[in-house]
Structures are given as structure tokens and as C-alpha cells.
């Protein structure tokens, strides 16, 4: 026996070998991995949502209200994706609790989308500019969502497991 499981006494019973407990960890993590890997939202489809919400931010005061509506009409096919997509999930999961982080990043993309829409863009270049800055603040907010809800889903796994 190890000189420190010596000095626990009667507690030895409790007492999990190094080599078991990192295996024991080792899983678990791969566990997690695989699970969020298995059942988040795609960053394709992230990808997706956000090139067209640049888009459409970027040409509202550039274009006509039916070249804005057929660019929207590109959600739909995205959408269809996405829901066939979740099906094939063996099991729906639960609805997560409140997540401050998740709410805070979700409210400073509505207010920088709401600062962009105050940018007027006519010309081509300006147009450009536009989408480009719209495209890193939606992404940045949509990777931020999406590990704050990663990270909350894990939160919970373990919470569920103990």
C-alpha cells in the first residue's frame, strides 16, 4: 500500500488508483466531446444563417424590398436542412435552464445589428464594407452562443450524471 493510503485509515475502501481515476476522466471527456459533436447546431448551417443575415443587413438601403424578400426566401432551404438534420438524433434533448452568457451575447448582437442598420450603405464598396463588418460581429455572436450553450449542456450532463 502507498504511504497515503496508509494515512487514511479506515477510509480506504473509498481510495481509487491513479491509472482508474484518469481512465475514469479520460472517458468522460470523451463522452462530452462526443456528445456535443453528435448533437449541435452545424457551423455550416451557422455559417449559412449568418452570410445571410449579412446580406440582408448589408443591402436593406441598397436594393428593392423583393430582392430582399428572395434572399430571405434562402432561410427556407436552410431551415429544411437543419430540421431533417435534427431528426436523425436518437434522443430530443431537454430544454437547457436560463443562460446568463448565452443572453448577454445574444443581446449585444441585437444591438450591433440594430447600430448597423443606423450605417446607410449605397455605393459598392461601402455595400462591401458593410457585410464584411456585419458578417464578423454576427459570426463572433454565433460562436459565442454556441460555446456558451456547449458549455451549459455539459454543465447540466454532469449535474444529471451526479
Do not use: N
Not at 96 to 116: D, N, P, V, W
Request: charged share 20%; net charge neutral; aromatic share 8%.
Amino acid at each position: 500500500m502507498m504511504e497515503s493510503e496508509v494515512s487514511m485509515g479506515s477510509e480506504d475502501s473509498r481510495l481509487v488508483p491513479s491509472s482508474e481515476a484518469s481512465r475514469a476522466l479520460s472517458d468522460a471527456v470523451q463522452h462530452s466531446e462526443k456528445m456535443l459533436a453528435t448533437s449541435e447546431s452545424s457551423m455550416i448551417f451557422g455559417l449559412g444563417i449568418v452570410a445571410i443575415m449579412s446580406t440582408l443587413v448589408s443591402l436593406r438601403d441598397g436594393s428593392s424590398g423583393t430582392s430582399l424578400l428572395w434572399i430571405s426566401a434562402l432561410f427556407v432551404p436552410l431551415l429544411l436542412w437543419q430540421w431533417a438534420r435534427q431528426r436523425r438524433r436518437a434522443k430530443p434533448r431537454t430544454a437547457l435552464k436560463g443562460s446568463g452568457r448565452y443572453g448577454l451575447h445574444f443581446l449585444a448582437s441585437l444591438m450591433l445589428i440594430q447600430c448597423l442598420l443606423l450605417w446607410t450603405a449605397q455605393t459598392g464598396w461601402e455595400i462591401g464594407a458593410k457585410w464584411i463588418v456585419s458578417f464578423s460581429i454576427l459570426w463572433v455572436g454565433f460562436t459565442r452562443m454556441q460555446s456558451a450553450l456547449d458549455e451549459d449542456r455539459v454543465r447540466e450532463g454532469q449535474e444529471q450524471l451526479a
